[in-house]
């Protein structure tokens, strides 16, 4: 495995430096990007990142509500509920650091 470094700029003008992992089965991609927590997009931080954090508002807290009934009912979830769930937990994790 390669150890490639990747210069990232911010909106400032700084290059934050990553050390991104090339590996085999990646198939001509890199493998270990930095994420954005709140849009899910690669190549910058939450701290940089442009697009706005979803609002937490009754109709997103009932819509939460269903998609955890459906999955302790067993019942397979669409791909749109899945990623609202996964960029749920991944703001619950922002809040607990």
Known sequence: N???N???QNQIGNGNLVAARAEGNA???IANQIRCYNCRGFGHY???CTAR???RDAAYLQTQLLI???EEAGI????EEYDLMAA???LDEIKEV
Do not use: Y
Request: proline share 4%; hydrophobic share 30%; aromatic share 0%.
């Open 2 to 4: 390669e150890v490639q």
């Open 6 to 8: 990747v210069g990232n």
């Open 27 to 29: 198939v001509g991609q």
């Open 46 to 48: 939450a701290r940089n």
């Open 53 to 55: 954090p979803r609002r």
């Open 68 to 70: 955890t009934q459906k």
């Open 76 to 79: 397979q979830l669409q791909a």
């Open 88 to 90: 749920a937990a991944d």
